[in-house]
T-cell receptor
Framework: AQSVSQHNHHVILSEAASLELGCNYS??????LFWYVQYPGQHLQLLLK????DPLVKGIKGFEAEFIKSKFSFNLRKPSVQWSDTAEYFC?????????WGAGTKLIIKP | EAQVTQNPRYLITVTGKKLTVTCSQN?????MSWYRQDPGLGLRQIYY???????DKGDVPEGYKVSRKEKRNFPLILESPSPNQTSLYFC?????????????FGNGTRLTVT
């Protein structure tokens, strides 16, 4: 069965630290890749997406992600986090019409 | 404003008492879906609908029903709620299922079944 793995369930960082959240998927065909963010008490919002072309994708709020096909990975990065980045982050992979979700990573930024 | 509207935001009910959570979108989206979010499990799909009168089971459909009589509405029905259905529920929609359009989510419904 297809699956999406987010390696860390909880990440705690200090402000200005660099961030990398891992996402690996198991499907070998053509995929669309997404990162969504859920701020405390809010609904999920799209952070960035990859469909084709440049494997380095830039999203909102200074986030970026790199699609590495050979590693089946789509890791999320931010060079310098802020307290307002405290949220839960979800990786999702679409193949055909099915959207598979990772379990989420809770990110806490210490001021 | 383009949005997905869920109601109610919070609901506390007792075991066995039928309830409906409404979901409506104003973006003329073909695809709609219901998810439940539980700690450590991420989002799990309950049911989805590719278009009007077309619905399919997701990963965790047991205990739930849906209908898609109109394009904009996709209610979630719990005929006989049980405590294991206590969860945070999200409705989502996208233009189509088989293309690159991202999902738009509602604000969520926190359901507690006692």
């Amino acid at each position: 069965a297809q699956s999406v793995s987010q390696h860390n369930h909880h990440v705690i960082l200090s402000e200005a630290a660099s961030l990398e959240l891992g996402c690996n998927y198991s499907y070998g065909g053509t995929v669309n890749l997404f990162w969504y963010v859920q701020y405390p008490g809010q609904h999920l919002q799209l952070l960035l997406k990859y469909f084709s072309g440049d494997p380095l994708v830039k999203g909102i709020k200074g986030f970026e992600a790199e699609f590495i096909k050979s590693k089946f990975s789509f890791n999320l990065r931010k060079p310098s986090v802020q307290w307002s980045d405290t949220a839960e982050y979800f990786c999702a992979v679409r193949s055909n019409y099915q959207l598979i979700w990772g379990a989420g990573t809770k990110l806490i930024i210490k001021p | 404003e383009a949005q997905v509207t869920q109601n109610p935001r919070y609901l506390i009910t007792v075991t066995g008492k039928k309830l409906t959570v409404t979901c409506s979108q104003n973006m003329n989206h073909e695809y709609m879906s219901w998810y439940r979010q539980d700690p450590g499990l991420g989002l799990r799909q309950i049911y989805y609908s590719m278009n009007v009168e077309v619905t399919d089971k997701g990963d965790v459909p047991e205990g739930y029903k849906v209908s898609r009589k109109e394009k904009r509405n996709f209610p979630l029905i719990l005929e006989s709620p049980s405590p294991n259905q206590t969860s945070l529920y999200f409705c989502a929609s996208s233009l189509r299922a088989r293309d690159n359009s991202p999902l738009h989510f509602g604000n969520g419904t926190r359901l507690t079944v006692t």
